[in-house]
């Protein structure tokens, strides 16, 4: 099986903090192949560099998260963010964005929703995110 993973999920594989053993098991069932957006990469170096800002966690221990997950980069089945993505990313902003749905969201959800008639499922931590998952009819773990 497939799953998508949004930046906020896959920060739990990475470094432990609540729902960690959440995204472990559920990536540990049947899940064969993990699917990002590449906005992940960038929005994974930013949530750690703000980890660090807020003394959750040191510099040091950034980097090397970061390392590691460039590292792990071929383990992943990338989404590029082509015009296509950018274009539904604008639809879903013009129909969930007086409820909230921010700009970066709305890239994440629009890379997920390319994977709507495969067999996968998805995870995001963003409980606001989530509900957008829902309304997409995504298959939400």
């Known amino acids: 099986m497939k799953a ?12 432990t903090e609540v729902g ?12 064969r192949e993990i699917f990002l957006s590449e906005l992940a990469i960038l929005e994974f170096r930013s949530a750690l560099w703000k980890k660090m800002r ?11 998260v970061i390392k590691c997950f460039q590292n792990d980069g071929d383990n992943f089945h ?4 082509q015009s296509d993505i950018v274009e539904s990313a604008s639809y879903l902003l013009m129909k969930y964005g007086n409820r909230g749905l ?22 995001t931590s963003d409980k606001l995110l ?7 009819q995504l298959n939400i773990l």
């Not at 998508?4 to 470094?15: A, Q, V």
């Not at 990338?78 to 963010?81: A, E, S």
């Not at 629009?110 to 995870?123: G, H, I, M, N, Q």
């Not at 989530?130 to 997409?136: A, D, G, I, R, Y």
């Open 4 to 15: 998508f993973l949004d930046t906020s999920s896959l920060i739990k594989l990475y470094h």
């Open 20 to 31: 960690s053993d959440f995204v472990m098991n559920a990536i540990s069932q049947d899940i």
């Open 54 to 64: 807020e003394k959750e966690i040191k510099e040091n221990t950034a980097i090397e």
């Open 78 to 81: 990338w989404i590029m963010l």
């Open 102 to 123: 921010r700009t970066l969201d709305s890239l994440q959800l629009a890379a997920a929703l390319t994977l709507r008639d495969e067999e996968c499922v998805f995870l």
């Open 130 to 136: 989530q509900t957008f998952f829902k309304e997409e």
